[in-house]
C-alpha cells in the first residue's frame, strides 16, 4: 500500500472464501488518484488468490456507498499514471479486471453511487440497492464532461439503449426501486433487509465450487462483456472534456455552490448540475 495515505478502501475476510471490500473515505467517499493504488491492491489480490471466490463492496459512511472523481486533485495526478496490464488507464483496466476475475463480485448499494460509484457497480457481477437509501447516477453530463469509467460501454447491454442514454443525457439521480425496474441493479430492498439477503448469497456461493464458479462466469462474460476497444474511448474522452471551458465554467460553478463538502450539492447532485445551463438566464 502506498505509505503516507490513509486506507480509504477495507478489506476484510469473513472467510477465506469470502471478502468484503468497504469504502470508508468519509465524509463522501470521493474518488481520486490516491484511491487508486489501494483499489488495486485488491483487484491484485481478487485475482491471484488461490481461495476467494465471493467479494462484496460495500460503504462506512453513512448516505454514500461511493461518489465522483476529485477534481481537487492536480489533473497530472491523473495523467502521469501507467496504463494498468490490460493496457488501459489505471481506472478502466481495474474496473476491467474486476469483470474479468474469476471471482465473483458483489455491489451492496446503501447511499450514493454516483459517477466512480455507478461505474464500479457496473464493472460489478451483481448489484443490489436499498430501497429508500440507494441513488444512482452518471451525472457528469450535466457539468459538461464525459462519464470515464465505462458506463458508454456497459449501460446499455444491462438496461437497453434508450434507458442508458435517459441515465447518462439525462444525468439525474436514479433511486432504487427505478434501478430495479430498468436493470441497472438486480433487485433493491428494503433497506433493513439489504445486508441479510446479500450476506446469505455471498455466503452461499462461497461454499460451491471455485472452478464450476469461475468457469461458468468466463462463459458469461464471452456473452456480456464489453471488449476494451469500447472502454478505452471513455477515459480519454473524460480528460480532454475536464480540459474544455463550458465543463471548467461549470464545474467552478458547483464549487462556488459548495460541491465537494457534506451539504445540498452533494447530496441533490442531480438537481444541481440540472440547473447549471440556467444560471445565466434565471440567476440561480
Do not use: C
Not at 34 to 45: F, K, Y
Amino acid at each position: 500500500m502506498t505509505t503516507g495515505i490513509p486506507k480509504r478502501i477495507l478489506l476484510t475476510s469473513r472467510s477465506p472464501e469470502y471478502w468484503r471490500v468497504t469504502f470508508a473515505h468519509p465524509p463522501l467517499n470521493i474518488f481520486g488518484p490516491e484511491s487508486i493504488p489501494q483499489l488495486n491492491e485488491i483487484v491484485t489480490a481478487i485475482e491471484t488468490d488461490a481461495h476467494v471466490k465471493v467479494v462484496v463492496f460495500d460503504s462506512s459512511v453513512d448516505g454514500f456507498f461511493l461518489t465522483h472523481y476529485d477534481f481537487l486533485a492536480r489533473p497530472e495526478d491523473t495523467t502521469r499514471l501507467s496504463p494498468g496490464p490490460t493496457g488501459l488507464q489505471q481506472l478502466p483496466d481495474m474496473l476491467v479486471r474486476l469483470s474479468r476475475s474469476p471471482v465473483v463480485s458483489i455491489a451492496s448499494i446503501r447511499g450514493r453511487a454516483t459517477g466512480v460509484g455507478s461505474e464500479l457497480a457496473l464493472a460489478s457481477d451483481m448489484r443490489f440497492a436499498s430501497r429508500e437509501k440507494a441513488i444512482l447516477s452518471q451525472w457528469e453530463v450535466g457539468a459538461g464532461l464525459v462519464p470515464g469509467g465505462g458506463p458508454m460501454a456497459r449501460l446499455p447491454r444491462l438496461i437497453g439503449r434508450g434507458r442508458a442514454l435517459e441515465v447518462l443525457l439525462g444525468a439525474d439521480v436514479i433511486g432504487g426501486d427505478l434501478a430495479e425496474r430498468y436493470g441497472y441493479v438486480n433487485r433493491s430492498f428494503p433497506d433493513a433487509e439489504l445486508d441479510g439477503f446479500v450476506d446469505a448469497l455471498a455466503t452461499r456461493i462461497a461454499s460451491f465450487d471455485k472452478q464450476a464458479i469461475a468457469e461458468t462466469k468466463r462463459m458469461v462474460n464471452l456473452n456480456s462483456l464489453p471488449s476494451d476497444a469500447e472502454i478505452a474511448p471513455e477515459w480519454d474522452a473524460f480528460l480532454a472534456a475536464l480540459a474544455r471551458p463550458a465543463a471548467q465554467e461549470r464545474i467552478r460553478t458547483l464549487f462556488e455552490r459548495g460541491f465537494h463538502k457534506p451539504g445540498d450539492v452533494e447530496t441533490r447532485l442531480g438537481y444541481h448540475v440540472g440547473r447549471l445551463g440556467f444560471a445565466d438566464q434565471v440567476g440561480s
